[in-house]
């Protein structure tokens, strides 16, 4: 909650406005309490469809906890208390079809805010794919396409398709890049060569090596596609002292950016320094890790 908003994660068909609000209509709840603050990615989730909705007539979308690699594309809105009794509503909650879950979802920039979610309860997730009808499966292709999100998460959703990880580039910024000392990591763990990229954050100087944090600055670096993506984030974790989103220990966090490239916005993986505001550490005012 942020002064009376609870913050959402929806995935599903109320990436479309005009589906959310022709129910709103029918069952007389409020509409405009919905508010949209942008596009996020919720990590180590996987799509499914194993809920017969007969609202629907077929598949409705849920999310389970996968693991490395697994990532859920998504928008990220501001409720107020009366949307989100509606939402509740919508989603079943008082009948036991769908249940609250609290999730931690990255935005653009990297950084993750807390939100809440919907997951479809155990008593109604059947053992077997069911098939969503194209109506529904369009809604929210439209929505992510919308918001210049990947659809691969939920092509692989619909083809029953497992394991999943949609996003399989990785933006690097420090020693990773080519011609330096830890590249021979990268050309390992990546096929292809390197693009030009650029994101938003504040680049640090932690002497070996650099600490992207969240900033406006405009920050250089590469991005690769990744070979195998659960292996090399496994290794790319090792490397990056990563131990795991519910950890405090660990030196960088994975997570899930906005990057500008010559082909306009994709999105990839990257690392972000746990920064310490008591250290004293010098920024890098180019934003390029070469030309500090």
């Not at 005009?18 to 508010?35: A, F, I, Q, T, Y």
Request: aromatic share 12%.
């Amino acid at each position: 909650m942020e002064g009376g908003t609870t913050l959402y994660f929806g995935y599903g068909s109320n990436l479309d406005w005009s589906d959310w609000k022709n129910w709103c209509e029918r069952k007389n709840e409020p509409h405009d309490g919905l508010v949209e603050i942008g596009p996020c990615w919720l990590p180590d989730f996987t799509m499914k469809f194993h809920y017969f909705s007969r609202g629907r007539e077929g598949g409705a979308a849920d999310i389970i906890e996968n693991g490395r690699g697994h990532a859920v594309p998504g928008v990220l809105f501001g409720m107020d208390p009366a949307t989100l009794n509606a939402m509740d509503r919508k989603e079943g909650v008082g009948v036991g079809i769908y249940e609250r879950k609290k999730v931690r979802v990255a935005l653009p920039d990297g950084t993750f805010r807390e939100a809440l979610t919907y997951c479809v309860t155990k008593q109604h997730v059947q053992d077997r794919f069911v098939q969503p009808t194209d109506h529904y499966t369009h809604l929210i292709e439209s929505g992510l396409k919308k918001r210049k999100l990947p659809i691969g998460e939920l092509k692989n959703a619909i083809e029953n398709f497992s394991p999943s990880f949609p996003l399989d580039k990785l933006f690097v910024y420090g020693t990773l890049m080519e011609g330096e000392c830890r590249h021979s990591s990268t050309k390992q763990l990546c096929n292809g060569e390197a693009r030009v990229a650029t994101t938003q954050g504040r680049l640090l100087d932690l002497g070996d090596f650099p600490g992207m944090v969240h900033g406006d600055q405009t920050v250089q670096g590469e991005v690769y596609n990744l070979d195998q993506v659960y292996e090399a984030l496994q290794t790319l974790d090792s490397i990056e002292g990563f131990y795991g989103y519910d950890s405090n220990h660990s030196l960088y966090t994975r997570t899930i950016i906005a990057i500008e490239t010559e082909q306009g916005t994709e999105w990839a993986w990257t690392y972000i320094y746990n920064s310490n505001n008591d250290e004293p550490v010098q920024m890098i005012d180019s934003g390029d890790w070469r030309n500090r």
